[in-house]
C-alpha cells in the first residue's frame, strides 16, 4: 500500500502558511481527526465489554504508514489523546491503556511494514499483529489495576483483535482502492463554521481563570479519589461526578458504565478473596472479592464522569487538537448526513 506522501490539507478554516512546520501540523491535525471519525463510526455498532474494539482508526494508521516517523509517531500518540478525549477517559486509567496500546501497535506495524517484504506478509498481516500487540497491552496494563483475572481473558481477546485487525486491513484496501492511492483533502467548512471558530479565536475568554481552575479541580478530583477508602463516600462523589456532567451539558451514557462494572465483577471471580457466599460452577464468589470489585468499579466511573466534564474545556484555535476537533466536526456532520452503509458513509465523508 503506496499512498501519495503530498499530503497538505487546504481548508477555509486555516491561513495559508508556507512553513513546512505548518504544513505538517494541518497533516497531523487532519489525520487525527480521521482517527476520531472512524472511532465515531465504531460506536454506531455494538460492544457491551472494554477493550473488545474493532479499532477501526488504526485504519488511518495503515494509510499512513508512508509519512514520516517523526509525524507518524506523533500521530499514534495524538490519536490516543483525542480518542480519550472525546471519549471521555482522558482522566481515566483506560487513556494510559489507550496510549501505549495505540503507540506500541503503531510502532510494530510500522516497523513490520518497513523490514519485511509487504509481498511477504501483506498489509492483513500486518495488521493483524498491530491488533494483537494492542490487545496484549491492554490486558497487561489493565492486570495490574484490575488483579490477575483480566487476563483470563486473553486468548478469546486475542482471537478478537486478530479477527479485527483483517477488517482493519479490508478497511484499509477498501479506502485505499476508492480514494485513488491518496489521502483526501480536508473539508471546506461552511460559512456557518468558519463564523463560530473565527469567534473562538478573538473570544479571550474562552481560556479565562474559570476554565483553568475547573481543569485544576477536575484533575485534583481524579487524583483524590484514589484515596477514598469509604464504598458511601466513593458513591456521593460518583453521583457528584453524574451531576457536574450534566451541569456542564455533556449526556450520560449508561451502557459504558455497566460493561465496565460488568467487566471488573466478572474479572474479580477469578481472584477469591475472603468469605465464599456461593459457588458458580468452579468459580468461588467471595465477600471480599465483590468489595474490591465494587471499589475499583465506583472509582473507574467516577474518572470516566469526570473525564466526560474534561470534554468540556477549550482545547484553543490553532492547536494540533483544537484543530483536529474543528476537522472532525466537520466530517461528523456529513457522515451523519450520508445514507447507505458505515463504509460508503465514511468515504463519502471524505471526499
Not at 466511573?301 to 466536526?329: D, F, K, N, W
Amino acid at each position: 500500500m503506496e499512498f501519495q506522501n503530498d499530503f497538505t490539507p487546504d481548508s477555509a478554516l486555516l491561513k495559508p502558511v508556507s512553513k513546512p512546520e505548518n504544513k505538517v501540523k494541518k497533516k497531523l491535525a487532519y489525520l487525527t481527526a480521521l482517527t476520531l471519525l472512524f472511532s465515531y463510526a465504531e460506536m454506531i455498532l455494538p460492544r457491551f465489554l472494554p477493550f473488545f474494539r474493532l479499532g477501526l482508526a488504526n485504519a488511518v494508521i495503515l494509510l499512513s504508514l508512508e509519512i514520516e516517523a517523526g509525524p507518524f509517531v506523533l500521530l499514534a500518540f495524538l490519536k490516543a489523546i483525542a480518542s480519550s478525549l472525546m471519549g471521555g477517559t482522558l482522566f481515566s486509567p483506560f487513556f494510559l491503556l489507550s496510549l501505549v496500546q495505540s503507540i506500541l501497535s503503531a510502532l510494530t506495524m510500522r516497523l513490520l511494514y518497513k523490514t519485511i517484504s509487504r509481498k511477504v506478509l501483506g498489509i492483513y498481516g500486518i495488521s493483524i499483529l498491530g491488533s494483537v500487540v494492542s490487545a496484549a497491552a491492554q490486558l497487561l496494563l489493565a492486570s495490574l489495576y484490575l488483579g490477575q483475572g483480566t487476563l483470563a481473558l486473553f486468548g478469546p481477546m486475542i482471537l478478537f483483535n486478530a479477527i479485527s485487525g483483517v477488517l482493519t486491513g479490508v478497511l484499509s484496501e477498501i479506502l485505499k482502492n476508492e480514494l485513488g492511492g491518496k489521502l483526501p483533502e480536508a473539508q471546506v467548512l461552511s460559512l456557518d463554521t468558519q463564523e463560530k471558530i473565527a469567534k473562538k479565536t478573538t473570544d479571550k475568554s474562552a481560556f479565562s481563570k474559570k476554565y483553568i481552575f475547573l481543569g485544576l479541580l477536575l484533575l485534583s478530583s481524579c487524583i483524590a479519589v484514589f484515596f477514598v477508602k469509604k464504598l458511601w463516600i466513593l458513591g456521593g462523589i460518583f453521583l457528584a461526578s453524574l451531576i457536574l456532567q450534566r451541569i456542564l451539558g455533556r449526556k450520560i451514557f449508561w451502557l459504558p458504565h455497566i460493561s465496565l462494572w460488568l467487566f471488573v465483577f466478572v474479572s474479580s471471580l477469578f481472584t477469591p478473596a475472603g468469605k465464599v457466599l456461593f459457588q458458580f460452577w468452579n468459580l468461588s464468589v467471595t465477600e471480599g472479592a465483590l468489595l474490591l470489585a465494587l471499589k475499583k468499579a465506583l472509582v473507574l466511573s467516577t474518572l470516566s464522569a469526570l473525564s466526560q466534564c474534561a470534554t468540556r474545556l477549550p482545547l484553543g484555535h490553532g492547536t494540533i487538537l483544537g484543530m483536529s476537533l474543528e476537522y472532525y466536526r466537520a466530517m461528523s456532520d456529513k457522515f451523519r448526513s450520508q445514507k447507505g452503509n458505515l463504509v460508503k458513509r465514511l468515504i463519502k465523508s471524505l471526499v
